[in-house]
Each structure stands twice: as C-alpha cells, then as structure tokens.
C-alpha cells in the first residue's frame, strides 16, 4: 500500500500549512475524531497509517502529525488516501512543503525511525467553499487523471470499454478490446503511486507465477508426485485443472528511472482473459445461498486447481470469492467454469514460509497472521472459508472476529471489530478471552496459544457454520471441519490432500467428477 499525491501539493501546502491561521481553522472544526494514535517503529506503523487515512470519509480530510525521533515533525492533510498539503517542521519553523516533505515521508515510513503518529479526521467546514472545491478536485484527479487518459486513448493497442474498478490498492482493472481481433480482454494496470516508487513488481510477481504453474508438464508433475510418495498417476487428473487458472496473456514492465510521462504512456500492466459473468463473490450475493451440487462443483474444481499449484510448489496465498471468477461456458453443469486469480505474489523466506502481503480477514489463516508467514495449509483454510461462504451466503462472524482482532493488534490496522449482540454471550466470553491472550502471549509463542483455542471455536463453529449445512453429508462436513481446524497437527498439510480427499467424498455422486 502507499499514498497517493496530489498534483498541485505545492501550492496546496503553501495554502494550508503555510499559514498557521489556515491550519487553526482546520483544527478548530468541531466535526473531528481521532482515527490513530500509536509510538513505534515507522515501516511497522506505515500499513496502520495508510489504512487509516483509507478510511476518512471523502467529505472531511485526514490531519496527520508525526514526530520522527524528537527532531522533526511532518504534517500531513489527505483526502483519503491522496496527500493534498504536507510540511516539514524543524524547531517549529517549515524547511520543506509540498514535493520535497512528501518525499521525506516516503523515506521515514520506509525506515526503522522511532516515530510518534496521530491521525484524525477533521471537518472541512471553516476552510471556505472555494478551499475545499479545490480539494475535492485535487482528489479525483489524482484518481481518475490517468484512468481518462488511457479511457481516450488505450493503452498498448488495446480500446478501454469500462471501468471494471478503481478501488483496488493496487490496481486500476478496465475491460478492454483488442482492436485487430475485437477479443474482450480484462487490462489491470499498476496504480500510480505503486508504479513510481519501484515496487511494482512485487505486485506482478503473482502473474507470472500463475504462468509458471501453467506452464508446468505432465512429466514435471509425476516427478513431483513420486517424489511425495503419490501415485504418479494422479498428474494426469490434476493436468486438467489448467482451465482453472486465469491465464495472463501479457505482463507488460516498465524501464528504470520511470516517470510521470512514461507511466500515462507505458504503465506496468497485465491483460488477462476476461470472466464475462463476473466473481463468485458477486454470483453469490446475488443468488444467495447455492445449492448444495453446485458448491460441491465449485469447491472441487477449486481444489483441483489450487493442488494443481501447490505439486508445482507455488502457493496462492490469497484467495476469497472475489479473486474466484466465472467464465460462461454452456457445456459445464451451471453454465460456468470456475477459475482461480490473482496470486499473492508472495516471497518464500526459508525457514519461514511465504510472506503475507495481502491478507483479507475473513478468508485468513489466523495460524499465519499471527507469525507473518504463510504455507500451504493457508491456501486450504481459504478454499474452506470460501465454500463456507457458497454454502451459507456469509461469513462466519467468530472467525472474522479472530482476525480482525489479531490484525488490530498485531499490525495497528484500526480494522472495525464485527459487533457481538447481547444474546451471544458464549461468543462474548470466547472474545474476551481471546483478547487477553493476544496482549498477554509474545508474537513468538502467540500461533501455539491459538492452538489451544480450537474447543472454544469449535463450539461456535457448530453454532455459527456447521448448524446450516443440515443437507451436506457428514464425509464432507469432516472435510471442511478439517480443513479450518485451528489445530496445525490436525489439519490438510496441502490442497494435494484436500483434493484427494474430496474426490473420494464426491466420487459416484456427480457425473462431473
């Protein structure tokens, strides 16, 4: 994640930090709340910060003061996530604004500095209608400036249709056209502030690891297998799962030393084929709850494909319904094809596992949050939690809980905790306790203390997941029970496993197996 900046910054600053008048207009609003308050090392508070300054309503803006080691403060006034004034203040008296300071910050964020932050959302009421206008204006053209550039224009020979989303922290997704075929194509390209800074190859990692999955052999999988001790055979059924991966048909770089005129021409990029009946997120808040058959469908084709994966030892590391996208095709038995998308991209550090980068609550291996590191078994609870979600139409509040618990704790996202009524007092008891050992456990020990909380989840999964599947048979139930098990010894090593597994539950049940 990273900041946005507006374009007109230096003028902005001028206007709203130069003067200290403007900026006690600003802060005398009364319309304001506190949205963090934290000490600590600054790129362990950066995601905390940004999430944050997310979450401040488009009608105030974001005030932010940080002290970096006692020596200088940066202010900082955002609308979102788009840095529109920023100073920096040594002694009390400015040395930088505008460009200049928002480079200092990119700098201390990315740094083991000792900062102190707060940030609060603030009125904008006493700065005057045409000071806001200006604003408000700031913050959509740092949204929308090269979305309608590439909207007029294209890009790389390809004709923008729509927006598909803007609202991704990292990329801006558009449905697109290849003009010499007419062919519709989905066209993601990499954020802006993403793109300048360098990093955007961390984010289109995940792409070509999917090509490498799908470039992988028949001969390359049975080496793989044997390997295992599986039976080598089991390559050819897994060979088929290929349909399930959203190919990426080009990942388009850019040099070094990038600018603001090469990205609106050039922008780091990934054309993808595109799913025209959108995600199973979308298909399911549509429908509702799906049948049992059409779950089960769903799930096995999933877990095919992510075994498939997982032989070639590549994990996902971030699935959930919306990176889960349906393909219309009238041969498959409800008219679609399922196939998995966007790969996290993560980096393997030995020792450890995969680096979490992008971690959505309800679909997380809490085990993992609480180290920092994923592994294959992640991927399983994700496939779980996903069907879960088929199989009932939402998520089970308990272990969204969980999460958003370890993840407020663990990493200061500030992420809103799902609300306990009065009448669930077992949930009650479970989330005060869970609570006090989260503070109390070092980060180091606190997966093993976890562990000892798989009764107590138990117990709420019975009442919140399992009490609505009455009409799965009880082979599968201990699929999925084993599947989210909290307990590391218990649980599927790989979806290798988890697919195995499935199949035999499935198998002489339904003629697509």
Known sequence: MALRLCKE???????????????????????????????????????????????????????????????????TITVRDVVVAISKEVSEKIELTGLKAYEELERLLGSNALIKVIVEEVGAENLGVELVGKLKECFIKAVRDFMAVWMNRGVYGYTIDSIISDKSAYMYVFKARDATRGAQLVLKVVREDIALTGRYMDYLRGYAQALLVLSVMQKDLELLLKARGLNEKLAEKLMRFRKNIVLPMAIMMLGNGSDIAKYTTSPPAVIEEYGDLGDLESHVKKMGRLSYEECMYIFYHIAGA????????????????????????????????????????????????????????????????????????????????????????????????????????????????????????????????????????????????????????????????????????????????????????????????????????????????
């Open 306 to 513: 992510v075994a498939l994966m997982h032989t070639a030892a590549i994990p996902h590391l971030d699935l959930k319904p919306r990176n889960v996208i349906l393909f219309k095709d009238s041969l498959e038995p409800f008219g679609y094809t399922v196939k998995v998308n966007d790969f996290s991209g993560s980096l393997h550090i030995p020792g450890y596992g995969w680096e979490l980068r992008r971690v959505t609550p309800a679909y997380a291996d809490p085990l993992a949050i609480a180290t920092g590191f994923g592994d294959f078994d992640y991927d399983v609870y994700s496939i779980v939690m996903t069907v879960i979600f088929t199989l009932t139409a939402n998520v089970p509040k308990h272990r969204h809980y969980l999460n958003t618990l370890l993840l407020n704790s663990l990493y200061k996202l500030g992420l809103p905790i799902p609300p306990i009524t009065e009448d669930e007092q077992d949930f009650k008891i479970f989330a005060e306790k869970l609570s006090e050992s989260i503070e109390s456990y070092p980060r180091e020990k606190l997966a093993d203390a976890l562990q000892k909380f798989s009764n107590d989840v138990i117990k709420l999964d019975e009442k919140y997941i399992f009490s609505q599947l009455q009409a799965v048979p009880q082979n599968v139930k201990s699929i999925l029970f084993r599947g989210i098990s909290l307990r590391k010894e218990d649980r599927y090593r790989d979806a290798v496993e988890l697919y195995m597994d499935l199949e035999r539950a499935l198998q002489g049940t339904f003629k697509w197996v």
């Open 9 to 75: 910054v230096d003028e902005l600053s001028t206007l709203l930090l130069g003067s200290p008048e403007v900026l006690a207009q600003l802060l005398l609003s009364r319309n304001r709340r506190t949205m963090l308050y934290s000490m600590d090392v600054a790129n362990k508070l950066r995601d905390a910060i940004i999430n944050k300054l997310n979450l401040c309503r488009e009608d105030m803006v974001c005030y932010m003061r940080i002290t970096a080691n006692d020596k200088y403060v940066l202010r």
